[in-house]
């Protein structure tokens, strides 16, 4: 009889293992599940790491033993430099609201820039009254966070998220990694939501690049932060892929 999966699920910026729960509680029971708060939050808010030294820092957590990762936004771009740097770590990838980076080296210098007074806001003003601004984006607007959620992410401190923009930004994946995407030879599934246009841009792209390992699917009505808009549409959706790749 195989074994469970298991599943390293890894969050978003300003999240925490906690923003899972609603996808963890909607997995078939028996599948082995690992939520890491990763590097500037949750309890790993003293840890200062950059997205290649956060990919090395996981597979060490792994054991050698390899598991089907889920990144979301800054936990996809996590997950892919896993992927890339640390194969032997992934034995199927789930990217949702992903990207390998900017191509322009104008945006890219301006994404680091804004990245940078995003940090000096949150450490002038404190996590609670960031968080307000950062979730009243657009990118957003479909979102609401559970309270257990909302209280998790407001446990973050400030010097830990600050850290994380400066070094795990999208801006710090310079070059970008589209030119490398193609190496990911494992079962890949890239999701993302049809209101959120300029991922799923992004994400017909990753796909593109990955190749024939990879898979699409959008969710509609879901904007960009789709497990947590749709979780029952969401832990469907990675339930049957993961069966389907495993087979």
Do not use: C
Request: glycine fraction near 10%.
């Amino acid at each position: 009889m195989p074994a469970p999966p298991r599943l390293l699920l890894l969050h978003g910026f300003t999240q925490t293992a906690v923003s899972w729960r609603p996808i963890v509680e909607r997995l078939p029971s028996g599948w082995e599940v690992l939520a890491p708060d990763l590097p500037g939050h949750g309890t790993a808010g003293d840890r200062r790491l950059d997205l290649a030294g956060s990919a090395e820092h996981l597979a060490r957590s792994l054991r050698g033993e390899p598991a089907i990762v889920v990144g979301y936004s800054m936990g996809g771009r996590t997950a892919l430099r896993l992927a890339l740097d640390h194969p032997e770590s992934v034995a199927g990838l789930v990217l949702i609201g992903a990207t390998a980076g900017i191509d322009d080296p104008a945006e890219r210098a301006a994404r680091r820039r804004s990245d940078e007074a995003l940090a000096d806001r949150i450490e002038a003003e404190g996590v609670e009254a960031f968080l307000e601004r950062w979730l009243a984006q657009p990118l957003f607007a479909g979102l609401t966070p559970e309270a257990d959620d909302l209280a998790a992410r407001r446990s973050n401190n400030p010097a830990g998220l600050a850290s994380s923009l400066r070094l795990a930004g999208t801006g710090t994946m310079d070059p970008p990694w589209w030119d490398e995407v193609h190496h990911i030879e494992v079962p890949t599934l890239v999701l993302w939501g049809e209101d959120d246009p300029k991922f799923a841009q992004l994400g017909r792209r990753l796909v593109d690049g990955i190749g024939p390992n990879a898979e699409a699917s959008s969710l509609v009505d879901v904007g960009h932060a789709v497990h947590l808009e749709a979780p029952d549409a969401t832990a469907a959706l990675v339930t049957g892929w993961v069966r389907r790749a495993l087979d």
